[in-house]
């Protein structure tokens, strides 16, 4: 089994749907929690950060974290085609070496 | 300010040959890192190095090594390369200060193993 879950999709909405993207995990130790958008043959950006659980908002994004149930989320509003990515949770112990979700795609049809 | 750069951007090679990627920040980073990734499998952690003059393993390093040729540069050398490391390869840094660990990515290198 491995230690972060993500469902690849893909998943398609329309234009101005709200998106939930969610990772599961099963190591307890992970503290930093983080997801990172990669377009298509870029390199991945990093979109939120999270330290512990709680919610952090950014703009139309907002991540949440759940430790009790190893269960973490990212929430679109407004989705824009400009939105169309493939998003990556990661999360660590301490902050350095990260493992990643496998990605989940992400299509915004306008 | 470019950020993190990697060479070359695609690369194919026959079974055996071998082959070094480059990588190079110049954010003035300390850590730096090499990842691959496949489909399915998200970014998995070749090798990285904490500072300048160290190296470890991460979790798929069979078939690499490193060098940490000083703060600036990180290179990834395949000595005899197989198909099984046809992949997208990503060089990272980060700064590793406090709580915030975000780690820079550069545009990746498409290799691919005949």
């Known amino acids: 089994q491995k230690e972060v879950e993500q469902d690849p999709g893909p998943l398609s909405v329309p234009e101005g749907a709200i998106v939930s993207l969610n990772c599961t995990y099963s190591n307890s130790a992970f503290q930093y929690f983080m997801w990172y958008r990669q377009y298509s043959r870029k390199g991945p950006e990093l979109l939120m950060y999270?330290?512990?659980?709680g919610n952090k908002e950014d703009g139309r994004f907002t991540a949440q974290v759940d430790k009790s149930s190893k269960y973490i989320s990212l929430f679109i509003r407004d989705s824009q085609p400009s939105d169309s990515a493939t998003y990556l949770c990661?999360?660590?112990?301490?902050?350095?070496?990260?493992?990643f979700g496998a990605g989940t795609i992400l299509r915004v049809k306008s | 300010n470019a950020g993190v750069t990697q060479t070359p951007k695609f690369q194919v090679l026959k079974t055996g040959q071998s082959m070094t990627l480059q990588c190079a920040q110049d954010m003035n980073h300390n850590s730096m890192y090499w990842y691959r990734q496949d489909p399915g499998m998200g970014l998995r952690l070749i090798y990285y190095s904490a500072s300048e003059g160290t190296t470890d393993k991460g979790e798929v390093p069979n078939g690499y090594n490193v060098s940490r040729l000083n703060k600036r540069e990180f290179s990834l050398r395949l000595e005899s390369a197989a198909p099984s490391q046809t992949s997208v390869y990503f060089c990272?840094?980060?700064?590793?200060?406090?709580?915030?660990?975000?780690?820079?990515f550069g545009p990746g290198t498409r290799l691919t193993v005949l």
């Open positions: 999270t330290y512990s659980s």
């Open positions: 990661a999360m660590s112990p301490y902050g350095n070496k990260l493992v």
């Open positions: 990272a840094s980060s700064a590793r200060t406090g709580n915030n660990n975000e780690q820079f």
